[in-house]
Structure formats: structure tokens, C-alpha cells
């Protein structure tokens, strides 16, 4: 009992072996703001990992649907159907190759 009593008045912080007492509470404080830290910046950490895999994901949407445009674009139907108002369309002759000997 009268060690429990010595303990709720906290005279291991005040006699004359309290330096010691001392450093391992300030040890023990240190570490524990050093934890909470780490706790914080893995958490800071995790959030821009999810918010960069959010960004990556949009991105490789987009990716994908400019692609698919750009694939529409140079069907040849659709190059001919722009091209026919101005009267451009496909030839009606086979390209002749040109050969050239050298003598």
C-alpha cells in the first residue's frame, strides 16, 4: 500500500534518484513524438500515392480515347468522306512504278 501511495504522489520524480526517472520519461517522450511523426507522413504518403494512382488512371483514359480518335481519323472512309467536298478522292489508275537504270 504505501508503495501504490508513492507512486500516486509521484515521488520517484522528486527524490533523489528522480534524475535518472527523468531521462527515460524524456527518452520514452521523444520516441513517442519520433512514432507519431512517422505515423503522419506514412499517412501524408499514402494519400498521394492514391491520389497519383487516381491521375494515373484518368490519364491512361484519356490516353486510350485520344488513341481511339486519332485510329478513326485515318480510316481511309473517313479521310475520303472529309475530302470529297473539295473533290479530292481515291485515284482511279494503279500508281505506275518509275524505274531508272543507271548505264
Known amino acids: 500500500m504505501k508503495k ?3 507512486i500516486l504522489k509521484m515521488e520517484f520524480l522528486v ?3 528522480a534524475l535518472k526517472n527523468w531521462r ?5 517522450s ?8 512517422s505515423g503522419h ?3 501524408r504518403k499514402i494519400f498521394k500515392i492514391a491520389q497519383l494512382n487516381d491521375d494515373l488512371k484518368m490519364l491512361k483514359s484519356e490516353f486510350v480515347e485520344q488513341r ?3 485510329m478513326n481519323l485515318k480510316m481511309e472512309t473517313k479521310i475520303i468522306k472529309e475530302l470529297s467536298p ?5 485515284a482511279k489508275t494503279p500508281p505506275i512504278k518509275i524505274i531508272v ?3
Open 4 to 6: 501504490l501511495l508513492s
Open 15 to 17: 527524490n533523489e534518484d
Open 24 to 28: 527515460v520519461i524524456i527518452f520514452l
Open 30 to 37: 521523444l520516441l513517442s513524438l519520433i512514432m507519431i511523426a
Open 41 to 43: 507522413a506514412t499517412d
Open 68 to 70: 481511339t480518335a486519332i
Open 86 to 90: 473539295i473533290g479530292i478522292g481515291p
Open 101 to 103: 537504270k543507271k548505264d
